[in-house]
């Protein structure tokens, strides 16, 4: 019902549009974002955009920008004449979409958050070959995070019903902002199922059955700002960003690109004011205490380094065009995300045939200033084994969605009396590991007499850092290996930049939740 009272206002908007004062031709009606040059909105901002053509659909003061709908091919023109408008850019086939198929090819002192240790004795525990690397179990012998923690899932909702994250689900404080206006609470249910897996990796409930999230005592809401084909348009993450900086939440996953060039080039003017829109919106929720962890890319690409995107725009014909480090991909270049590579579950060999760390998953994409840190995020190629006999990480997943490879347990729910799992892999996978990990530091060490009550983003950036297990980057003949997976955009081959305590491929190395809690500094090792 929720999502069709949006449908309802979006034709009103249209309505108005189409009955406004403008005078161009009219059009289709397309979603626009309006970017001031003032961190405010003007408070004639609605006259104004009318007056345009168009209809104000909703106005993120704090920032300086507004989300507006119209049918009139002149809109941004005539907007553009207002003095106080910096740019504008309608949003429409400005998407990303999520991949169709994902399955394919030393201690301090603790702080006075409320804490509780959690079990990893859940019924697809042993399945769960990604908790195990990154130590979650020891770490749940300490803490399995603290339900005043509260992470927002910037995807395509959640399953409300899946009972092995119902109990930890903040309701109240989700939002479906796939229109670009938030509607709170059970409209952010997810119609994709990417959430839901994102979702169960950071707090699945350590109840007896299924498996166990990083942080299984936090709560968590769903910030949808994906819709059911999985596209992430501008104004549904700028929404998305804003609601998490005003509804305390302390930390953000964000498995996805916000626009389907996979690269927003600065110079160019209509991308330019979707870039700028979307930085205000992060850096926003920056100031107000949110740690933003983002995954950083499936195209084998050195993500600092781009030459050519052929991607591009991925939900109409993609043209082939040249780009430079002005184009930046959103959220992960933006100042103060937390980036992260995928790995699997498979040593790579040193020049002394020993173990040093895990190999880089064939498609996570990388690249010097990007890249923070890496997690498990599955390989199909290089990290199957024993321990992982199809390479991917299992989590969460609704039952109405169809999933390739599935796990399903009985349950005594009655709506849900088969509880689904999916086994999927890319840097969708890796980054809320990190998200999980961010909880569980900040539950630990998060004190209840400082202002915010929380650490800020800084602060839990460094202790990911210094806690991380360093990995170097592969030798010439590992390196050998990836030459079959080249830059799906210009074709180069994969390299590795940088020494063991920071590279293009490992950041400062593979998250650690062990460490992380315990803030244990010392020189650290991935070593299987």
């Known amino acids: 019902m929720s999502r069709r009272l949006l449908g309802a206002l979006a034709s009103a908007a249209a309505a108005i549009v189409l009955?406004?004062?403008?005078?161009?031709?009219?059009g289709t009606t397309q979603t626009y974002l309006v970017v001031y040059k003032q961190q405010d909105v003007p408070a004639a901002a609605a006259a104004t955009i009318q007056s345009a053509g168009g209809a104000l659909v909703y106005a993120y003061s704090q920032i300086g920008v507004a989300v507006a709908v119209s049918g009139d091919s002149s809109f941004r023109d005539t907007l553009l004449k207002d003095n106080r408008v910096d740019n504008a850019s309608s949003t429409a086939g400005v998407g990303y979409q999520l991949p169709q198929d994902q399955a394919t090819e030393a201690s301090g002192p603790a702080g006075e958050l409320p804490n509780a240790p959690a079990s990893d004795t859940d019924s697809l525990s042993p399945l769960q070959w990604d908790m195990?690397?990154?130590?979650?179990?020891?770490?749940?012998?300490?803490?399995?995070?603290?339900?005043?923690v509260l992470v927002g899932d910037i995807d395509t909702g959640i399953d409300f019903n899946h009972p092995d994250l119902k109990q930890n689900i903040d309701v109240?404080?989700?939002?479906n902002c796939t229109s670009g206006a938030p509607v709170p609470g059970l409209a952010a249910q997810d119609d994709n199922g990417h959430g839901t897996h994102t979702a169960g990796t950071i707090a699945a409930a350590a109840n007896g059955f299924g498996i166990v999230g990083v942080a299984p005592n936090v709560h968590i809401a769903a910030i949808k700002s994906g819709d059911a084909a999985g596209f992430f348009f501008p104004e549904s993450v700028v929404c998305g960003f804003m609601w998490a900086a005003t509804h305390h939440v302390d930390v953000t996953n964000n498995s996805y690109f916000a626009d389907p060039f996979l690269y927003n080039c600065k110079n160019d003017p209509l991308q330019r004011a979707i870039w700028k829109a979307e930085q205000r919106a992060i850096l926003y929720a920056e100031q107000n205490g949110v740690t933003v962890v983002a995954a950083e890319g499936n195209e084998s690409e050195d993500t600092a380094h781009p030459t050519m995107d052929l991607t591009s725009p991925d939900n109409t014909v993609p043209v082939a065009r040249t780009v430079h480090n002005d184009c930046v991909i959103i959220p992960v270049e933006v100042p103060g995300v937390i980036g992260v590579t995928a790995v699997g579950h498979n040593p790579q060999l040193g020049s002394d045939g020993q173990p040093a760390g895990y190999l880089k998953s064939f498609y996570s994409s990388f690249g010097v200033g990007v890249t923070q840190l890496t997690?498990?995020?599955?390989?199909?190629?290089?990290?199957?084994?024993?321990?992982?006999p199809n390479g991917r990480v299992l989590?969460?997943?609704?039952?109405?969605?169809?999933?390739?490879?599935?796990?399903?347990?009985?349950?005594?729910?009655?709506?849900?009396?088969?509880?689904?799992?999916?086994?999927l892999q890319g840097t969708s996978m890796a980054s809320p590991h990190?998200?999980?990990?961010?909880?569980?530091?900040?539950?630990?060490?998060?004190?209840?007499?400082?202002?915010?009550?929380?650490?800020?983003?800084d602060q839990v950036k460094a202790y990911l850092d210094q806690t991380a297990d360093p990995i170097p980057c592969p030798s010439p003949?590992?390196?050998?290996?990836?030459?079959?997976?080249?830059?799906?955009?210009?074709?180069a081959p994969q390299t590795c930049?940088?020494?063991?305590?920071?590279?293009?491929?490992?950041g400062h190395g593979q998250v650690n939740a062990l460490r992380a809690i315990l803030h244990d500094t010392s020189s650290g090792t991935s070593t299987p």
């Open 395 to 423: 989590s969460t997943w609704p039952p109405y969605r169809p999933c390739t490879r599935s796990v399903k347990e009985p349950s005594s729910d009655p709506i849900e009396p088969t509880v689904v799992y999916c086994y």
């Open 132 to 148: 195990r690397q990154i130590k979650t179990p020891q770490a749940h012998a300490i803490t399995g995070g603290s339900p005043a």
């Open 477 to 491: 003949d590992v390196l050998a290996l990836y030459a079959p997976f080249p830059s799906v955009s210009n074709g």
């Open 434 to 457: 990190v998200a999980g990990t961010a909880a569980l530091i900040i539950s630990r060490f998060g004190n209840l007499n400082s202002p915010s009550g929380k650490m800020g983003p």
């Open 497 to 506: 930049q940088g020494g063991e305590g920071y590279n293009s491929w490992y």
């Open 19 to 26: 009955s406004g004062g403008a005078t161009g031709t009219a």
């Open 375 to 388: 997690a498990p995020g599955g390989d199909s190629r290089f990290g199957t084994n024993a321990e992982a």
């Open 172 to 175: 109240a404080d989700s939002v």
